[in-house]
């Protein structure tokens, strides 16, 4: 059983940045493909970011493409979610998941708040 935990979420203005931490539970983190999902009031949760487990491949959302980075750290069992030039349409909760190998994304942290004023 993975257990995940976000942190880093806060109000910032736009333009700024900030760095979202999730912090795994679990001895095969380091296997399974980690992503980072939002979801903005009243709307549907949104895929924003996912790196790999073997080989630490990524794929980004348009809407975040160029500006989002995600990382990890297998040895902390943390995986990070970098966001720079952030926008008002970035306002959302942001969640961290976990995806085992062959499977969907079963775990789920709780969800950290991010505002972007204008």
């Known amino acids: 059983q993975v257990q995940l935990v976000e942190s880093g979420g806060r109000l910032v203005q736009a333009g700024g940045s900030l760095r979202l931490s999730c912090a795994a539970s679990g001895r095969t983190f380091s296997s399974y493909a980690m992503g980072w999902f939002r979801q903005a009031p009243g709307k549907e949760r949104q895929f924003v970011a996912v790196?790999?487990?073997?080989?630490?491949?990524?794929y980004y959302a348009d809407s975040v493409k160029g500006r989002f980075t995600i990382s990890r750290d297998n040895a902390k069992n943390t995986v990070y979610l970098q966001m720079n030039s952030l926008k008002p349409e970035d306002t959302a909760v942001y969640f961290c998941?976990?995806?085992?190998?062959?499977?969907?994304?079963?775990?789920w942290g709780q969800g950290t708040q991010v505002t972007v004023s204008s």
């Open positions: 790196m790999r487990g073997s080989g630490g491949s990524t």
């Open positions: 998941a976990a995806q085992p190998t062959g499977a969907g994304w079963s775990h």
